[in-house]
């Protein structure tokens, strides 16, 4: 007599299929995900369900089409990308991405959509990242923070693609490089402070949260420098409070300056 999955714990038999898939251990798994080796058992056992970020970093591992089953769990919409077993054509798809084909009104064939369909999907966690030395609310750890929506980009933009999330940046200490109200992606898999040297990263601290800045290592310490330079340098040498979440690999943002300009009356002629 066949045993059947029980509803509630669906996600065990596609979970046991991806390791079968990419020949990975719960270990392996556990490891790429960032997760405890038995977190996975668990999830196995059916006696935990993954969370929407473990979803989809699954459902990145696999990759489309057959990351689909755990991009849905994690609440993806997957109407919002393309299927490559779509049989009807796409219309007036519009891109604006360099590694995309740039199309503006007219139809996709099948063979287009399937050439471009190496998308990520990433998490934008309700996590709040900034600069100064106040945090401006209370602070959300990675172990509790939720998936606020998801962001779809090129596969080629994530050199990790199972360990990139999002976050908003608030404030002017990263202008005008990083404009305020930016959604930054995050390569978690970059956390060594030797590499990132000189780069632009995100630390956590238990206390003070998250804060976005280029790393400077000095031969005694490690210090946060703000692209706008009215913010102070913050140390963050003390590796037991100041933990590297990754390194900013792209950010996205609106542009402020039209609504600026429609705020502002232009000057008077002498």
Known sequence: MLKHTTPSTEWIGPIRSLLDELSLSQADLASRLGVSRA???????????????????????????????????????????PDTKLQSTLSSLRVNLRDFTLVSGMKLTRGIVESKSNAVVLPLLNIVAYGDRVPPGPHVTLAQAEVLDVLMAPLSWCAHP???LC????????????????????????????????????????DLGFKVARLQRLPASDILISANHTYLPVDVT???????????????????????????????GT
């Open 39 to 81: 977190t996975v058992t668990r999830w196995i056992k059916g006696s935990h369900e993954p969370t929407s970020a473990s979803y989809l970093a699954m459902g990145n591992l696999l990759g489309h089409p057959k990351g689909g089953y755990f991009w849905e769990r994690a609440g993806v919409d997957r109407s919002n990308f």
């Open 162 to 164: 199972e360990k990139m």
């Open 167 to 206: 976050m908003q940046l608030v404030g002017d200490s990263m202008s005008p490089l990083i404009p305020p109200n930016s959604v930054i992606a995050v390569d978690t898999g970059l956390n060594d402070r030797a590499q990132l040297d000189k780069k632009l990263a995100v630390f956590s601290h238990r």
């Open 238 to 268: 003390d590796q037991s409070k100041w933990k590297v979440v990754g390194a900013v690999a792209w950010w996205v943002s609106k542009d402020a300056l039209p609504h600026a300009a429609e705020n502002s009356k232009p000057a008077s």
